[in-house]
């Protein structure tokens, strides 16, 4: 049904080729996985991304998976147990590249392209799926125009978790620098506001062109973490207005309880009055 074209990615387990849908010449992203090169329980970890990703499809700003298609053949030991999942193509590549690019969002930008990361995930908080490695590489755009930087989508779901049980997570994953103190800690559990610390991180970097919590030593990117350990110096952030500032600081609140949910911020002065 489909032909496969120019590898667009690789990584541990997988390749992403672009493919094209024979009878009606569509273009897709097709993620190629290798289950005999899966470790222990990987083979369930593939399954789960596979689940999550069909029970949040039909939410705004995240990337679809389409079809999924499993090689059992026993005659082909070269195909043997290969999945393949049919994903949207985003042409734009990731976010990260256009931070590369730019250096710093205006707040317009960045709250174009936070926007969209937020309105996916209240979609998926709603439906109880913690994404766990928000980061600018997760993050794809649809236009290849490098002065369009929305519609941005989530992307790759190989650490998201179905929280069927309210703070019932206890497994450490994620990117040092975006992920949440709780994960860290572990104990005694943590829930979907982690994605919301991430999207405090990404919004920093955004407007200030740098990580909050970053330092070649890793033990003490967490250490910073773990205590939010951060600041807006001037020399940075002088021209950044006190709404984007707030919005940053209510994400990167330690206690969860009081730590704004995606909808909280989708409400905040600073999303809804676009004055910047």
Same mark, same amino acid.
């Given at each position: 049904?489909?032909?496969?074209?120019?590898?667009?990615?690789?990584?541990?387990?997988?390749?992403?080729? /672009?493919?094209?849908?024979?009878?009606?010449?569509?273009?897709?992203?097709?993620?190629?996985?290798?289950?005999?090169?899966?470790?222990?329980?990987?083979?369930?970890? /593939?399954?789960?991304?596979?689940?999550?990703?069909?029970?949040?499809?039909?939410?705004?700003?995240?990337?679809? /998976?389409?079809?999924?298609?499993?090689?059992?053949?026993?005659?082909?030991?070269?195909?043997?147990? /290969?999945?393949?999942?049919?994903?949207?193509?985003?042409?734009?590549?990731?976010?990260?590249?256009?931070?590369?690019?730019?250096?710093?969002?205006?707040?317009?930008?960045?709250?174009?392209?936070?926007?969209?990361?937020?309105?996916?995930?209240?979609?998926?908080?709603?439906?109880?799926?913690?994404?766990?490695?928000?980061?600018?590489?997760?993050?794809?755009?649809?236009?290849?125009?490098?002065?369009?930087?929305?519609?941005?989508?989530?992307?790759?779901?190989?650490?998201?978790?179905?929280?069927?049980?309210?703070?019932?997570?206890?497994?450490?994953?994620?990117?040092?620098?975006?992920?949440?103190?709780?994960?860290?800690?572990?104990?005694?559990?943590?829930?979907?506001?982690?994605?919301?610390?991430?999207?405090?991180?990404?919004?920093?970097?955004?407007?200030?062109?740098?990580?909050?919590?970053?330092?070649?030593?890793?033990?003490?990117?967490?250490?910073?973490?773990?205590?939010?350990?951060?600041?807006?110096?001037?020399?940075?952030?002088?021209?950044?207005?006190?709404?984007?500032?707030?919005?940053?600081?209510?994400?990167?609140?330690?206690?969860?309880?009081?730590?704004?949910?995606?909808?909280?911020?989708?409400?905040?002065?600073?999303?809804?009055?676009?004055?910047?």
């Amino acid at each position: 049904i489909y032909s496969r074209g120019a590898q667009l990615g690789f990584g541990a387990f997988a390749n992403v080729f /672009l493919a094209t849908h024979k009878p009606t010449g569509e273009t897709y992203a097709v993620k190629e996985v290798d289950r005999t090169k899966m470790i222990w329980n990987k083979k369930n970890h /593939l399954q789960h991304e596979i689940d999550n990703m069909f029970k949040v499809r039909e939410g705004p700003n995240i990337v679809q /998976l389409y079809e999924v298609y499993y090689n059992n053949n026993d005659d082909d030991d070269d195909d043997k147990n /290969l999945c393949h999942m049919i994903i949207e193509l985003m042409p734009g590549g990731e976010l990260f590249e256009r931070i590369i690019d730019k250096g710093k969002f205006t707040e317009r930008e960045a709250r174009d392209s936070i926007r969209c990361v937020l309105e996916a995930l209240n979609y998926m908080h709603e439906k109880r799926v913690a994404h766990r490695d928000l980061k600018p590489e997760n993050l794809l755009l649809q236009s290849r125009d490098r002065s369009k930087l929305t519609p941005v989508k989530i992307a790759d779901f190989g650490f998201a978790k179905s929280i069927e049980k309210k703070n019932s997570c206890r497994s450490l994953c994620g990117t040092p620098g975006y992920l949440a103190p709780e994960i860290l800690e572990r104990f005694p559990s943590y829930d979907v506001p982690c994605d919301i610390w991430s999207v405090g991180v990404i919004l920093f970097l955004l407007l200030g062109g740098y990580l909050p919590f970053d330092d070649s030593d890793e033990k003490k990117v967490f250490d910073h973490t773990r205590n939010a350990r951060y600041c807006f110096p001037p020399q940075y952030w002088t021209s950044v207005s006190s709404g984007a500032k707030d919005l940053i600081s209510n994400c990167l609140t330690l206690d969860t309880r009081k730590r704004y949910t995606a909808k909280d911020c989708l409400k905040c002065d600073w999303m809804v009055n676009n004055e910047a």
